[in-house]
DNA sequence: AGACATTAATATGTAAGACAAATGAAAATT
DNA sequence: AATTTTCATTTGTCTTACATATTAATGTCT
């Protein structure tokens, strides 16, 4: 395990790289515990900082873990499902949106991965499940809830949905796509006629699975896909009117430079 | 932006946390250049090298870049699909095999997300990406090949089609799912039969895709699921005979310890 | 002898200061 | 005007030092 002097790259992300290296080769396994930061200084021939700000690497990657003490150090740590979701959702959420990715192409690979969830989570759907579907369902009913309050509800009946599924690996790939449109349909102005459409879709989709009838959850996500489609395409043409009309030469955007909070 | 001093987290984690909120939520844009490190140990009144220890984990998730010189420093990164991609991979195998995820549940999530792609990559699957296919059945069909190769051919393959659905996000959210497979399928042996049946099943996708079959697309993909997932299961039983006919007494699966690759 | 407090050792976390190297802009020179 | 030189700025790295957390060993008292 060493690293190259010559290179153009940093040492502290060639170390990195070192080490990531034998953990995903299995060199390095759940647990165990790398040599100390000194060690690691004398075998890299580099100081400690620089050893640190590899680690540092590691570490933001769930890779590692430290620990201070006299049995302390940093470890191989084992990535679970949650970190990973998490870590899956802060990408795939700015993936998103510093490629101005559109609302339709977003939709369009959410509905297309939960419809795959369809047919196993109307097979292995728990009645666990069924109950915080349908407590979403109703709290979505609830009038005086908030745009923002109905988005996340939604958010956590489609996880509730592909959860369904029963497959972990599908949990956790589905988990981007899902909380990554979140910001999007932040977006979206949902009037009382929307919401009452969209409940009644959100209650045909959980009677559907209730009655593990893998048809009907399909055709109801595929109906769900083009509402939620049409409705953004009305608040997009909408703003785009309003734009037009309040300020019409409005300067190109080129540096926003907007104040940031402390 | 401030840390708080009594909070049990490292310092640079906590920098770092703040400065991604920032770059989530906003307040900071794609190309702003961050306060020299000198600024920010200022801002956060840390030293530098904690301020660095922050900036290295943000650049070990691709959120900010940094460039040395007069006009350098540290810029909130553009996140790109590609290094998205690689990322993702890199997760998804370790979470794959850090869990012992079966071979079963990962393949059933890897078919029912490519089967997710099968409708719209019928419908605009692109020549090149046809020839692609070709190439890669092609080359399957080589008699020397040895199973690894086999197998790489296989991921080209598979990711030509979830490209061919022609959404980045889909492809994005595919990648970790066909890529964290490639080390569950180079446990298979492939015999010169079962290549002769892929090969055939891989055509016949093919040929689906060409003729914008949909229909057919996904049942060949049914079919490529269940086939990969008896190839998988004989595989298993016959280590499992041969297993019990050298060591008949062995010890109970507890840690296998077993020999790793250098 | 056993329970408890003290001490020591080891590791990470943080700080401070210094120098090297890269890089672009300004200044000086031709 | 074009080119070269100088210089200021910023990251990359090293060295040394101290703070703090944690465990193990040690010692003391009952």
Chains 1, 2 share one sequence.
Do not use: W
């Not at 795939?92 to 419809?115: H, K």
């Amino acid at each position: 395990m060493k690293i190259d002097p010559d290179s153009t790259a940093d040492f502290s992300a060639q170390i990195a790289q070192a080490i990531r290296d034998a953990i995903v080769s299995g060199d390095l396994i759940v647990d165990q515990r790398l040599p100390s930061e000194a060690e690691l200084a004398d075998q890299f021939a580099v100081s400690r900082p620089t050893v640190r700000e590899a680690l540092k690497r590691l570490a933001a990657q769930s890779l590692i873990r430290t620990q201070r003490g006299a049995t302390g150090g940093a470890f191989v740590n084992r990535l679970r499902f949650e970190e990973a979701y998490d870590q899956q959702v802060t990408t795939s959420t700015l993936l998103l949106s510093m490629n101005s990715v559109s609302f339709d192409v977003a939709c369009e690979a959410r509905y297309a991965l939960e419809r795959a969830c369809g047919p196993l989570a109307a097979q292995r759907r728990t009645p666990d499940q069924l109950a915080t579907m349908r407590a979403e369902i109703h709290r979505q009913s609830q009038p005086g809830l908030t745009d923002e309050a109905f988005c996340a509800s939604d958010v956590t009946l489609h996880r509730a949905l592909v959860d369904g599924a029963g497959n972990k690996v599908l949990s956790y790939q589905l988990a981007g796509a899902v909380e990554a449109m979140h910001p999007l349909m932040n977006m979206i102005t949902f009037t009382a006629r929307s919401r009452e459409r969209i409940v009644a879709l959100h209650t045909a989709l959980a009677d559907a699975l209730e009655a593990q009838d893998a048809a009907t959850v399909d055709q109801t996500l595929v109906e769900l896909e083009s509402y939620t489609r049409e409705l953004a395409h009305s608040v997009v043409t909408a703003r785009a009117h309003q734009k037009t009309k309040n300020d019409p030469n409005r300067r190109k955007r080129t540096e926003p430079k907007e104040s940031r909070s402390a």
